[in-house]
């Protein structure tokens, strides 16, 4: 088998960098904050969290929520997100990329702030059957930007930190990479704005799946 150009080990964030699901998640934050009696948070504070695990994320998000309510703030939160989930898809452009990545010989995988349950309810789609070789969540690992989710998906399929290259939408993902010693991109089209990203030190800010794609398919 050949040996990519220049990673082995390409990592995915999901929400915001694949799924196009940052506006439904937004509201959901909102709305489960104003189920338990909080104030409801700005679109742009929802937005901060994304990536984050999630009962971390929701404390972010709403700070005059008592400790004792993050139980139920997380079920409402599910709540709304799930009676949303079937209105969110891939970004145009995701499934292509990631076909030309496999036949590279790229090993391509997920480390997200989303729970076991919700990304194997994603993946188990017919369109993504077979398309990742490994992933992480926030729930069985550490969240963002601890870097043990890129540490254990380098250590599974044996590639350096120099050959893996992390992409996602938030500066949560970006300092995860920085602090795992790997390369990173960012996606301006997600939760984080991108004027936030270069302190970061990211390979490239992209924005769009084509211009994602293009970017990969010349330098990864």
Known sequence: MSRPRQFDLICFDWDGTLFDSTAIIVRSIQQAVLDVGGARPSDADAAYVIGMALVPALAKAAPDVPADKYPELAARYRHHYL???QDISLFEGVLPMLAELRAR???LTVATGKSR????????SRQLAGVFDGSRTADE??????????HELMREFGAEPERTLMIGDTTHDLLM???AGCASVGVSYGAHEPGDFGALGPRRVAHSVAELHQWLSDNA
């Open 117 to 124: 349950r919700g990304l194997d309810d994603v993946l188990a």
């Open 105 to 107: 010989h790229h090993w």
């Open 177 to 179: 990479a920085r602090n």
């Open 141 to 150: 690992t550490a969240g963002k930007p601890d870097p043990r989710m890129l």
């Open 83 to 85: 009676a949303r989930q």
